[in-house]
């Protein structure tokens, strides 16, 4: 069952895959707004900015997300390890 969260969060990666990439920015900024304890806004983001091509700002995200899951302590090792490469394959 998928609730408003994964809803929400889901809807960015849709806008993404079409193209609207205003309106992804937008349900990103809402994910960030709503729900500021979970790390679907910051995951979010850094993909918009990676598919948009914004390496710099995707990877400031990506690294926000890995500190995010540190933090958090609710990440597996290989999560974390996941975000703190894509940033810096994107801030090379």
Known sequence: M??????LSNQV????????FAEAEAVCQQLMEQ?????????RFAELYETQG???KA??????AANFAILDGGFDK????SFQQK??????
């Open 35 to 43: 729900y500021p304890e979970q790390i679907d806004g910051l995951h």
């Open 78 to 81: 290989r999560t974390v390890e």
């Open 13 to 20: 990666t849709d806008l993404i895959d079409q193209g609207e």
């Open 2 to 7: 998928y609730t408003d969260l994964d809803k």
């Open 54 to 56: 914004e390496r710099h």
């Open 87 to 92: 940033a810096e394959s994107l801030a090379g």
């Open 59 to 64: 990877a400031d995200y990506y690294r926000r």
